[in-house]
């Protein structure tokens, strides 16, 4: 991943950007979505470091797939690792949402050029049983809101060439989210210990990212914790039925045609996400059954 640092503004007192600022850079990772060429940064388009203006780029986006008829079945958290904010220059995570369209079931093919530029990780995942209002969120109240736990590879992407990235270009690009595998075998969370839940992600049966609960903010349920006090200061919180990718246990890494990935976590069983074939490869397979 290439980043760029900048100074970030996280107070909320620059100019903003103007709703011509916005649109342009929505315009811009759009034009990227559509025709599966990755873009230009969008942080030229819009004031330097602001976090405020990412994120209504990232809304305008997520509320023209929902009048498309998507729907947001949840919400994604990134940059949970304390080395990534230091690369990006921010000092919290961020988040995107997750909608319907973008939810793989568990070992199904994803068509490759599906997801721009895919890295592969792999999370805890928590579907939530009741809604989380409170203004400030303890632990406790997460686990009590949690109805269950799912193993889950994040398919993470870029619109942006090259993975060209800073805090900015990520947030307005809905958190890099590009799809999302959940296992089947629903656990409580009273059986787990997430904190210390080891994880070993294989790609083709080969170990490529192993990691831990504590990588991602010391416990994944801090950073539910995150989430829940953020959406409510923004007037959406977290609702029954929501399901929450809490954030990579251990590092990201590129997915290729034909790549199957299986994650095992500890307390949680395994996931597979498998990549379809470029199309080239796909034309070249059959030509061969062919002869």
Request: hydrophobic share 40%; with cysteine; proline share 6%.
């Amino acid at each position: 991943m290439s980043t760029r640092d900048e100074t970030v503004n996280t107070t909320g007192e620059a100019a903003g950007a103007t709703p011509d600022q916005v649109a342009s850079a929505a315009q811009r990772l759009e034009e990227a979505h559509r025709t599966g060429v990755p873009c230009a940064p969008v942080r030229d388009l819009l004031p330097p470091g602001d976090l405020d203006a990412a994120y209504a780029v990232q809304s305008v986006l997520t509320e023209r797939r929902r009048a498309r008829g998507r729907r947001v079945t949840g919400w994604k958290i990134g940059l949970t690792s304390v080395a990534v904010q230091r690369q990006l220059g921010v000092g919290t995570p961020d988040f995107g949402a997750l909608l319907d369209d973008t939810a793989v079931p568990d070992g199904a093919e994803i068509p490759w050029g599906s997801v721009l530029q895919p890295r592969a990780e792999a999370e805890v995942a928590l579907v939530l049983e009741h809604d989380l209002l409170h203004e400030r969120h303890t632990v406790a109240d997460v686990i009590r809101a949690t109805a269950f736990a799912l193993p889950a590879i994040e398919v993470v992407g870029s619109r942006i060439r090259d993975w060209d990235i800073s805090a900015v270009d990520t947030i307005a690009d809905n958190a890099s989210s590009g799809a999302y595998v959940l296992g089947t075998r629903p656990v409580p969370l009273r059986d787990l210990d997430l904190r210390t839940a080891g994880m070993v992600l294989e790609r083709r049966g080969e170990p490529v990212s192993t990691g831990a609960g504590v990588a991602c903010l010391g416990n994944p349920l801090h950073a539910a914790v995150w989430l829940a006090d953020t959406l409510v200061r923004l007037g959406r919180p977290l609702r029954a039925g929501d399901t929450v990718l809490t954030g990579a246990l251990g590092p990201m890494t590129a997915a290729r045609p034909g790549d199957v990935f299986e994650a095992r976590v500890d307390g949680l069983g395994s996931v597979r996400a498998a990549f379809g074939r470029a199309a080239q490869e796909a034309h070249d397979a059959q030509e061969g059954d062919v002869r």
